[in-house]
T-cell receptor
Framework: AQSVTQLGSHVSVSEGALVLLRCNYSSSVPPYLFWYVQYPNQGLQLLLKYTSAATLVKGINGFEAEFKKSETSFHLTKPSAHMSDAAEYFCAVSDQVDDMRFGAGTRLTVKP | KAGVTQTPRYLIKTRGQQVTLSCSPISGHRSVSWYQQTPGQGLQFLFEYFSETQRNKGNFPGRFSGRQFSNSRSEMNVSTLELGDSALYLC?????????????FGPGTRLLVL
């Protein structure tokens, strides 16, 4: 069965600093991987997804993630944090067998 | 193109009552999935419908049910509500079925059970 682990339920960075949100997955078959962002009182918005076309995936709002099969990781990064990036971020995995599974989420705080 | 809409946005019910939530997918999308989001359990998959048929079901009791209509709109029903059913219920639509399909989420319905 597939699963996702997000390391760190809370991450705090200063404005302008690098954002790194960690995600490790477990899947018995090649997975599809997603990062979603959730702002308060809103649904989830897709940031980016990996579907095996390229290991480095660029998403919206300057975010990108790199698929590393050897590490079973799909960490989300952004070179320079902006105040508007403060939100909760979810990593999700989907494969040919199971439904989409989400990680527990990482709340990102951006300090001025 | 309009996004996924969910009604109502907020709902207050008492234990033992039942509730029906509605989801209208993005035009042209045929797959609708439902999720429950709580602080303790996070995001959990409820079920998925495609072309009016339930294709997948999560690990929830039979009190949770759903259906999909010919226009792809979907409803979710919870009977005999319990306090623990208080949650944000999210609906997501996608163009088709399958692992690589991107799911687009609605704003959710926040249910409070008293």
């Amino acid at each position: 069965a597939q699963s996702v682990t997000q390391l760190g339920s809370h991450v705090s960075v200063s404005e302008g600093a690098l954002v790194l949100l960690r995600c490790n997955y477990s899947s018995s078959v090649p997975p599809y991987l997603f990062w979603y962002v959730q702002y308060p009182n809103q649904g989830l918005q897709l940031l980016l997804k990996y579907t095996s076309a390229a290991t480095l995936v660029k998403g919206i709002n300057g975010f990108e993630a790199e698929f590393k099969k050897s590490e079973t990781s799909f960490h989300l990064t952004k070179p320079s944090a902006h105040m508007s990036d403060a939100a909760e971020y979810f990593c999700a995995v989907s494969d040919q067998v199971d439904d989409m599974r989400f990680g527990a989420g990482t709340r990102l705080t951006v300090k001025p | 193109k309009a996004g996924v809409t969910q009604t109502p946005r907020y709902l207050i019910k008492t234990r033992g009552q039942q509730v029906t939530l509605s989801c209208s997918p993005i035009s042209g999308h045929r797959s609708v999935s439902w999720y429950q989001q709580t602080p303790g359990q996070g995001l959990q998959f409820l079920f998925e419908y495609f072309s009016e048929t339930q294709r997948n079901k999560g690990n929830f009791p039979g009190r949770f049910s759903g259906r999909q209509f010919s226009n792809s709109r979907s409803e979710m029903n919870v009977s005999t509500l319990e306090l623990g059913d208080s949650a944000l219920y999210l609906c997501a639509s996608s163009l088709g079925q399958g692992a690589r399909e991107t799911q687009y989420f609605g704003p959710g319905t926040r249910l409070l059970v008293l």
